[in-house]
C-alpha cells in the first residue's frame, strides 16, 4: 500500500470545551477524489478514530475521514450523531481547501460505527437529529451512501434477539448511550433506531454481516435489508459466513471490491 497524504487532528468542532477532531487520509497527486467519512466502533463509549480498517481505499482514489465523536461517558445520545453531521457540513465547507468532492459523500462504520452511519444516512434533512454543532450550519450534512458493518438497527428488537453474550455487552453500553434501557424510554429508543426511520427517499446502502455475530444479532442487519426492499430502495447485503463481531475477513481485498463497486454504482 502506498503511503496517503495523512493530516490529523483537524478540529471540525468545539462543544462545551471539547473539540472535536477528524484525520484525513488523501491519495497523493489526485484532486477531487471522492469522499468516504469513517465512523468507529466501541460500543459507543470507546474507540478512536485512529482506527480505520478500509484505509486501502485510499489507493482506489478515495479520500477517507475519519472521525472522533463525543462518546457515550461524556455525552448521551443524540450527541454522536450531531457531532457526525457537524463534521459533513465541515468537510463540505472545506472542500476546495483540502481538494475532494463533496457531490456524492459515501459514510462508513462498524459496530456502534455501523448504527450511527445508517442513522445519519437515513435522517438526511431530519431536524430532530441535526443539532447545532460546529460553525458550518449553512452546508448540507446529507450523504449519498452508507456502508454499514454488523451495526446495531433496532434498540426495540436487539435485546431480545440478544446472546447472553450480547446482553453482557450491549445492556451496560446502552444505558450509558440512552440512560435508560429502551424498553424504559421507547421513543428515544425509536429516535435511535435506523431502521425505524427509513423512507424512499433513503440512500443506496451496502450492508456486511457475520452470521455468527454474539454481539449484534445478525436479525438487526435482516430488519434494515428488509425494510429497504420493501420500499424497493437499492440495497447489497452480504453475510460472511462464518463471521464474528468484525475481523480481517470483513476488510480484505474481496470485501473492499465490493465497497468500490457499491460506490461506483451510484
Do not use: C
Not at 69 to 83: G, T
Not at 108 to 114: D, F, K, Q, W, Y
Not at 154 to 175: E, K, M, W, Y
Amino acid at each position: 500500500m502506498a503511503e496517503p497524504i495523512v493530516m490529523r487532528d483537524i478540529e471540525y468542532a468545539t462543544v462545551d470545551g471539547h473539540r472535536l477532531l477528524l484525520d484525513l487520509y488523501q491519495p497523493e497527486g489526485v484532486k477531487n477524489s471522492p469522499l468516504i467519512v469513517w465512523v468507529h466502533g466501541g460500543a459507543w463509549r470507546g474507540g478512536s478514530k485512529k482506527s480505520v480498517p478500509i484505509l486501502e481505499l485510499v489507493n482506489s482514489g478515495y479520500t477517507i475521514a475519519s472521525v472522533d465523536y463525543r462518546l457515550s461517558p461524556v455525552a448521551r445520545f443524540p450527541a454522536q450523531v450531531y457531532d457526525i453531521k457537524a463534521a459533513i457540513r465541515f468537510l463540505r465547507a472545506k472542500s476546495a481547501e483540502y481538494e475532494y468532492d463533496t457531490e456524492q459523500i459515501a459514510i462508513a462504520g462498524s459496530s456502534a460505527g455501523g448504527h450511527l452511519v445508517a442513522l445519519v444516512g437515513v435522517t438526511n434533512g431530519n431536524a430532530e437529529l441535526e443539532g447545532e454543532v460546529g460553525r458550518h450550519l449553512d452546508q448540507s450534512s446529507s450523504v449519498q451512501a452508507i456502508v454499514d458493518y454488523y451495526g446495531p438497527i433496532n434498540f426495540l428488537t436487539i435485546l431480545p434477539q440478544s446472546t447472553p453474550h450480547g446482553l453482557g455487552v450491549r445492556v451496560p453500553a446502552l444505558q450509558l448511550l440512552l440512560g435508560s434501557q429502551p424498553e424504559e424510554n421507547p421513543p428515544l429508543a425509536k429516535l435511535a433506531s435506523p431502521v425505524i426511520h427509513v423512507d424512499k427517499s433513503d440512500p443506496p446502502l451496502l450492508l456486511f454481516h457475520g452470521d455468527q455475530d454474539p454481539q449484534v444479532p445478525i436479525n438487526q442487519s435482516h430488519e434494515l435489508h428488509g425494510k429497504y426492499k420493501e420500499l424497493g430502495l437499492p440495497i447489497q447485503f452480504h453475510v460472511i459466513h462464518g463471521g464474528a463481531h468484525g475481523g480481517k475477513e470483513f476488510y480484505d481485498a474481496q470485501r473492499l471490491k465490493l465497497i468500490e463497486e457499491f460506490l461506483k454504482s451510484l
